[in-house]
């Protein structure tokens, strides 16, 4: 039951705004340890404090109004020149800030939170006074709630089906009533991966503060004495259920409103036109505005649909936010001076991708700062500047987003990469040897690739990166890697506006149609019985100076091929290219996704109505991919050679 009975709108608003307003604090907190005399940055975050505390007053929260007025008399201190901020009492800062975000998980709850540290308390009494941030008495340890195991992102390879999934035949035979191909013989299904779930995280004998997920969702963090207390923490904010709620500008809805006013009248002009033909009007001038009405509902159904999706919009920013503080917080864990300088806020996607894009782009950030940032004494040989810099940008690119995250560190070296791979086990010496340098960085995408030979609080079990891989294939997205040793990575992030809408390819396999994600595909090529060559068993074709493999996509999802496949797609995959071979083509659209219910078919993301109104099937690309067993695609491909 609510601690706050009658009063759960006016929390729900208060936790909305203050926690965007926390959230600015944090990165004014950033930014006023660069420029320590600014007034006007100290008094923006007076103002932000005193915001919070007095919601909180409001409320009765009284542990929170006790932490707000200590750091608000603390501000108050510095601004007026008693006190000269120093690192350590930045670190007291920013732990108060991180342990009132641990309060607004509380509340989120319904429950009042507990109250702060002792320990912290006191280090901020102790500023207040002019003394050390922390004295020589042992820290008292912060008391959260034992918080339930989150389980980890999934794998890059998919669960299979479970028992009792239906099979492509079936699946068929169910949505389009009609009997399927005869089904191809296929080998047994790999096994999935077991789930790696969180290890409980050992809250450290510090004030916590708040922090994205950590990059190794396995590992305990220990308190860092460059900064003990500045340390993240599980907040039961993060362990939260996903915001369901969103902020949309007025005059957006204005425009949805507008268009909806006008389909209603095109939609009149529409029956009154149908009354008229059906009374055997026929005439040229009918047909004629009949055409025209038509014409203009299908504009304003296409305005309405960017209108509405307009609503689901949100700037970057408000993600990226979260990152300053991360980047400083972990760089002064590590002893590591960097820069986090941040452009393209403004740039706009789809809020339920950015809840998603979180995960990924907290890895990115941290492994930049932790992997690609030299220590200061790397960085002094190398002729570098001591402050390093790590960049985080966004921009829109046709109907995609560029997510990059560049840093002028030491670069990675692809002869090391292929080593570690090798040494773990995780690819063998003949694979090695047939990489070149681009295919070599995406190794660090594998699950259980490190670069480090000791697990630290930070990284080491090669779990971060594999991650990031799999949650952004989850939004349709890619991520390449550029490189050059000893002057630094970027990776960059290519993902669609939304998911609600997706741009396909529809091909046609055994008299069934299919959608393919257009993201994917590169140009569309006619397979010639000439051009197919058998290497290593597999059927390939040479395009360009390029050897790609042939995938038939009959054979792919189990079914017998009816005909030599004519035509091939030139696909583009997160880790090579290849051509998928087809039938036929009906041509390019955009479709909306409708899950399947209660059915999770290997390689399908969902399916969606064609223009006749028979389903259509969109598959998901790297399932199939990663589905397929290595022998049975041997064969497949074999046969294929032998067709041609």
Request: a negative charge; glycine letters at 6%.
């Amino acid at each position: 039951m609510s601690d706050f009975g009658g009063m759960e709108d006016l929390l729900q608003d208060f936790l909305t705004e203050s926690s965007e307003l926390l959230s600015e604090v944090d990165n004014k907190l950033v930014e006023l340890e660069k420029r320590p005399d600014d007034r006007a940055l100290l008094n923006d975050i007076f103002r932000g404090f005193h915001t919070i505390k007095g919601g909180a007053g409001f409320l009765n929260v009284d542990p929170m109004v006790s932490l707000c007025h200590r750091t608000e008399n603390l501000f108050d201190k510095l601004r007026n020149g008693e006190i000269t901020l120093t690192p350590e009492i930045m670190d007291a800062i920013l732990a108060a800030t991180g342990v009132v975000r641990d309060m607004f998980g509380a509340l989120s709850q319904g429950r009042q939170p507990i109250p702060a540290d002792p320990e912290l308390l006191h280090a901020l009494d102790n500023v207040l006074e002019g003394k050390p941030a922390l004295s020589d008495a042992p820290l008292v340890e912060h008391v959260h709630a034992p918080a339930a195991p989150v389980q980890a992102a999934a794998p890059a390879s998919k669960p299979v089906p479970a028992p009792g999934t239906p099979d492509w035949d079936l699946l068929y035979n169910s949505l389009l009533g009609k009997e399927p191909p005869a089904p191809a013989h296929t080998q047994p299904a790999i096994s999935p991966e077991p789930i790696i779930e969180h290890a409980p995280v050992h809250i450290p004998q510090v004030a916590p503060v708040s922090a994205p997920v950590i990059a190794d969702p396995m590992q305990t963090l220990k308190p860092a004495p460059a900064a003990p207390l500045n340390k993240p923490a599980t907040s039961s904010q993060q362990l939260a259920a996903p915001e369901t709620t969103i902020r949309i500008d007025t005059v957006r809805l204005d425009q949805v409103l507008n268009l909806s006013g006008e389909i209603g009248l095109t939609k009149n002009r529409l029956t009154t036109l149908r009354t008229d033909i059906m009374a055997g009007k026929m005439d040229g001038s009918t047909l004629k505005a009949l055409d025209e009405a038509i014409g203009q509902l299908d504009l304003l159904v296409g305005d309405l649909q960017n209108a509405v999706m307009k609503t689901r919009m949100q700037p970057i920013g408000r993600l990226f936010q979260k990152y300053p503080r991360l980047a400083r917080d972990l760089a002064r864990q590590l002893g590591k001076d960097v820069e986090l300088v941040i452009s393209g806020e403004e740039t706009e996607l789809d809020k339920t991708m950015l809840e998603d894009l979180n995960d990924p782009l907290v890895h990115l950030v941290r492994n930049a700062v932790d992997h690609g940032i030299e220590t200061a004494e790397e960085r002094a040989v190398s002729g570098k500047p001591s402050k390093a810099v790590v960049e985080l940008s966004a921009t829109q690119v046709g109907d995609h987003i560029l997510i990059e995250i560049t840093d002028d560190g030491r670069g990675m070296r692809p002869d090391v990469i292929r080593r570690k791979a090798i040494e773990k086990g995780l690819i063998d010496i003949e694979t090695a040897n047939s990489l070149d340098d681009k295919q070599s960085l995406q190794l660090i995408f594998l699950p259980g690739f490190s670069t480090k030979d000791q697990i630290s609080s930070v990284s080491g079990r090669g779990v971060g990166m594999d991650v990031v891989k799999t949650n952004i294939q989850r939004l349709n997205g890619r991520i390449d890697i550029q490189s050059v040793v000893g002057e630094g990575s970027r990776f960059t992030i290519s993902l669609p506006l939304t998911l609600a809408i997706l741009p396909v390819l529809v091909v046609k396999v055994c008299d069934q149609p299919f959608a393919v994600p257009l993201a994917m595909v590169r140009e569309i090529i006619t397979i010639r019985q000439e051009q197919v060559q058998e290497v290593s068993g597999r059927a390939t074709i040479v395009v360009r100076d390029e050897i790609l493999s042939v995938r038939s996509l009959a054979h792919l999802i189990g079914w017998q091929e009816t005909q030599l496949p004519q035509f091939g797609v030139l696909m583009q995959s997160a880790e090579h290219s290849f051509i998928l071979a087809v039938d036929s083509f009906i041509g390019r659209d955009d479709v909306v996704i409708k899950p399947l219910q209660n059915i999770r078919p290997r390689g399908i993301a969902g399916a969606t109505l064609s223009g006749d109104g028979s389903i259509v099937l969109v598959l998901d690309m790297e399932d199939l991919l990663a589905s397929a067993h290595a022998d049975n695609s041997a064969i497949m491909t074999s046969r294929l050679v032998e067709q041609f």
